[in-house]
């Protein structure tokens, strides 16, 4: 049972639009930054987003992250077949003072 | 090149321990932590905990006490991760990340898969 809540999948076709929520609590989400992770099949996490919106270079800016409140959201817009992936939220939790993760997001490009 | 190389698969027997490494190159090694995550097969990301690499203090999450060991070699720029008396279900890829600020891991290990089997 992760602490951070995220669907355990989404679909959606090439070109369009995909969000994944992530949804927390006032210790975690609600008062330290989200990251977002995309890991391949097969290796290692990629780093996609960083204090809660923030895309390191390399990023296309076809993922956008958000938050509101105790949620964070990751957008991926014009998806394309190598997007499929599992994608996590990570942030920091101040009530058990532990790094906490969603339990993953396996994205399916139809 | 920025990176961090981790070491090969191991297979191990229960109760046997393992030491998994970590080297980092292409940074300063000691101006970030390195932190520790678990991901048994078919499942998420965990956690684990981190070491200050500057001071080599380690902290470690709940449920990775007692037989996990967080240490570093800052003369070659390595950290380790050891694992005692193992046990089956410490099956899993283990990754060594590097975090920027607080739960911001911007460079990863390639993983190192521990096998535990009799």
Redesign the interface.
């Known amino acids: 049972q992760s602490v951070l809540t995220q669907p355990p999948s989404v679909s959606a076709a090439p070109g369009q639009k995909v969000t994944i929520s992530c949804s927390g609590s006032s210790s975690n989400i609600g008062d330290y930054f989200v990251s977002w992770y995309q890991q391949l099949p097969g290796t290692a996490p990629k780093r996609l987003i960083y204090d809660d919106n923030k895309r390191p270079s390399g990023i296309p800016d076809r993922f956008s992250g958000s938050k509101s409140g105790t949620s964070a959201t990751l957008g991926i817009t014009g998806l394309q077949t190598g997007d499929e992936a599992d994608y996590y939220c990570a942030t920091w939790d101040g009530t058990v003072s532990a790094g906490v993760f969603g339990g993953g997001t396996k994205l399916t490009v139809l | 090149q920025v990176q961090l190389v981790q070491s090969g698969s191991e297979l191990q027997k229960p109760g046997a321990s393992v030491k998994v490494s970590c080297k980092a190159s292409g940074y300063s090694f000691t101006a970030h932590s390195i932190?520790w995550l678990r991901q048994a097969p078919g499942q998420?990301?965990?956690?684990m905990?981190w070491i200050t690499t500057g001071t080599g203090n380690p902290t470690y999450?709940?449920g990775f006490t007692g037989r996990f060991v967080f240490s570093l070699d800052t003369s070659i720029s390595t950290a380790y991760l050891q694992i005692d008396s193992l046990k089956a279900e410490d099956t899993a890829v283990y990754?060594c990340t590097r975090d920027?600020?607080?739960?911001?891991?911007?460079l990863?290990?390639?993983?190192t898969l521990v096998t535990v089997s009799s």
């Not at chain 2, 998420?44 to 956690?47: A, C, M, N």
């Not at chain 2, 990863?108 to 993983?111: D, I, T, V």
């Open positions: 932190n998420g990301l965990e956690w905990g999450a709940q990754y920027l600020t607080t739960i911001n891991f911007d990863w290990g390639q993983g």
